[in-house]
């Protein structure tokens, strides 16, 4: 449970970020999603239970902030959070390759699964090749800034996780 309130706090200020200055954290006409690399590595550091919840509250945070189709990013993050959960085993997780691999493909599932909703329940015009470029210009650029987010993530949750940690008193240690 610890390691969930761990991924918890660091989710709370990605949620503020992104959802209040998504407009001003943008690369062009590219807007960066840290709680979606948040979401993808809680897939190959927490448990099942707690990661699932982790993504359900964070996507329900997401859905209610953002004012948008509730329960649209709830099932993307429970998406996101199981495909990296179910496929952590079978590659190294430490490998740049493998995390922009799997921040770019999460992030293609997920932009092409919100144009095909927006399509069909908000009477949006159908995807259009210049549609589907921007949002492979947009998974790319978040499968290129996923690693490095990933390797923070670690850092910052390796550093609130000795704050947390309690010292026994030991009569023997002089130091």
Do not use: C
Request: charged share 10%; net charge positive; no cysteine.
């Amino acid at each position: 449970m610890r390691r969930w309130l761990l991924h918890l706090v660091p989710g709370v200020v990605l949620l503020l970020i992104q959802t209040t200055f998504s407009s001003v954290l943008t690369i062009g006409p590219f807007r960066l999603e840290p709680l979606l690399v948040l979401i993808i590595m809680a897939g190959f550091t927490l448990p099942l239970l707690w990661g699932s919840m982790l993504a359900f509250w964070m996507g329900y945070a997401v859905d209610v902030f953002s004012g948008g189709f509730l329960g649209l990013y709830t099932g993307l993050y429970l998406v996101a959070f199981y495909i990296s959960y179910f496929t952590h085993g079978w590659f190294n997780t430490r490998s740049v390759v493998y995390r922009f691999g799997l921040v770019f493909s999460i992030s293609l599932i997920q932009k092409t699964l919100l144009a095909l909703t927006a399509t069909y329940l908000f009477d949006q015009p159908p995807l259009t090749l210049a549609a589907m470029r921007f949002i492979l210009i947009q998974s790319l650029v978040s499968g290129t800034i996923g690693p490095p987010m990933i390797w923070l993530l670690g850092r910052l949750l390796r550093y609130e996780g000795t704050l947390f940690m309690t010292r026994t008193f030991d009569p023997t240690d002089e130091s």
